[in-house]
Each structure stands twice: as C-alpha cells, then as structure tokens.
C-alpha cells in the first residue's frame, strides 16, 4: 500500500504521521507535531477557522490528500450488539435507530466498526458513531482551503481501539489506555 498521512487536530497541537502499512506491519516514515493557536479549536470544534487554517498552513503537510481523525464533543458514540445483515443501508438504518434520543438524526452521518464479527449472542458487536453534517463539512472546507483532500475520515476513539485489538500482548488483559489533552 501507499504512504498514507494521517492528521489529528487536538486543543493545542497538529498531529501528522506519514506512513504505511502492509499486512500486521506499520512502517512510521515521519511524525511531526505544530502548535495550533490557542482557542481556534476546542474539544473538536473549530471556533476561529482563519487561526487554524494558518497553524494547518504552517504544518507544512506535505501530501495531495490525508486520513482526517476526529474528535470532540460532537462525536457521539455507543457500543450496540446488532443482528448480522449483509445489507448495510438496513444496518445504518438499525444503528440510528438506536440514537432516538438525539435531536435533528436526518443532520447526522451515522458510520459503524465493527469490534467483534461474531459474539456470543450470535450478532455483531459495532461502535456506532453519528456525527453532525456541518461539523464534517467544517473540516472538509478547511483542509480544501489549503489544497488538502480528505480522503477517509476516522474517529479517535476507533484508533485508538484498533491499536489495542493488534497489540498482540495486551490481548484479554487489563490496562488503563489514557489520553491526556488541555481544554
């Protein structure tokens, strides 16, 4: 596969990692950090767009298009257990279902991973994600302002699951996995 670069935007700094992988193998080309202007985003919300589109245009990121992973109060998670269905329009359908208390659904991107293919009780397991629209549409304007296409986009809280689920020796373990981050 490609040299994929990934982009976070936590409160105070651009995280970038370029990279590859092939099969269970990761080969980190470069990671680089730039600050971000205090206040222009907070828990993933962009509240200054002109001070972080100059801390992106400063990063240098040096690519045609990235990962984009997000995070903040907007990201809204739950872990479901969810019929086996080859259709994934009705599995999306069945997911929002189960967002019934949140406010404006047909506003929101509804996504799914997958944790576990097969449980005990004979479904899935999946971390359901909805997002509001115009959050998304924020961050695809901004990269495009600076020549960036986005072209995947993945939430911090997958990443962080799938790095657990191939860490071979934490596999049934206990451990506590901490994110530190201002604001």
Do not use: W
């Not at 004979?122 to 997002?131: D, E, I, K, N, R």
């Amino acid at each position: 596969m490609g040299i994929t670069t990934s982009v976070y935007i936590a409160n105070e700094k651009v995280h970038i990692v370029k990279g590859s992988f092939s099969g269970h193998r990761v080969n980190i080309r470069d990671i680089r950090e730039c600050p971000v202007a205090e206040g222009c985003i907070i828990y993933g919300v962009i509240t200054d767009p002109a001070a972080l589109k100059q801390s992106l245009e400063e990063a240098m990121i040096d690519a045609k298009s990235i990962s984009l992973v997000i995070d903040g109060t907007n990201v809204i998670t739950k872990l479901l257990e969810v019929p086996l269905l080859r259709d994934r329009k009705k599995l999306l359908t069945l997911i929002s279902d189960n967002f019934q208390d949140i406010e404006n659904r047909e506003n929101m991107i509804t996504d799914y991973m997958v944790i576990d293919p097969r449980n005990e009780n004979g479904g899935a397991t999946v971390l359901a994600v909805m997002v509001e629209k115009d959050f998304l549409a924020e961050y695809i304007e901004m990269f495009q302002s600076i020549g960036l296409k986005i072209e995947s986009v993945d939430i911090a809280m997958a990443c962080m699951i799938k790095y657990i689920m191939n860490i071979n020796r934490l596999y049934e373990e206990t451990f506590v996995y901490a994110v530190v981050d201002k604001h």
